[in-house]
């Protein structure tokens, strides 16, 4: 029986951060593979709907190939303590923005994103934040609403 694996002991086989991240890139663009699997490849003069997945999962698994064997040929390495909060407030941040952007508009929605997103990084400043949001939001809805036509309304009136 081998003991359970602490984050705090080393992993024998190499960096375990770089070895958890090319195995998770590695699977991500395996499912994406997956998932288009169904759409028409098409070639670089005629490129089809799956062209482009295609192809960005191609060079997120191979990338993700290239940090696992890193990861595995050096020293091994402990990960730290698991903090989870970054993680949760940007699942936060995100699903208040797919769940908001119909409801109350572009503007609103980016504003989550990036506010509560920014909540991530125990260093952030508000005036920063609320600097960045300000142009970010400016940016994304003249690029994504005007510029790109993209269906989704600006504010929520």
């Not at 288009?36 to 670089?44: A, K, M, S, V």
């Not at 504003?111 to 939001?137: C, H, M, N, Q, Y």
Request: glycine share 12%; charged share 10%; proline share 7%.
């Amino acid at each position: 029986m081998g003991a359970a694996m602490n984050p705090r002991t080393p992993f024998r086989g190499g960096d375990l951060p770089d070895v958890l991240a090319g195995t998770l890139m590695i699977s991500l663009g395996a499912l994406g593979l997956w998932a288009g699997r169904d759409l028409t490849y098409g070639n670089p003069a005629m490129m089809g709907p799956g062209f482009l997945p295609a192809s960005l999962c191609t060079i997120m698994a191979l990338i993700g190939g290239f940090v696992l064997v890193k990861g595995l040929s050096k020293p091994a390495e402990s990960m730290g303590a698991l903090n989870l909060r970054p993680l949760v407030t940007l699942v936060v941040a995100i699903a208040g923005f797919a769940f908001s952007a119909e409801r109350f508009g572009f503007v609103v929605a980016s504003a989550w994103l990036l506010i509560i997103g920014s909540l991530a990084d125990p260093e952030s400043r508000w005036k920063e934040i609320f600097i960045s949001t300000a142009v970010l939001t400016s940016l994304g809805a003249l690029l994504f609403v005007y510029g790109l036509g993209v269906q989704m309304p600006v504010w929520p009136f």
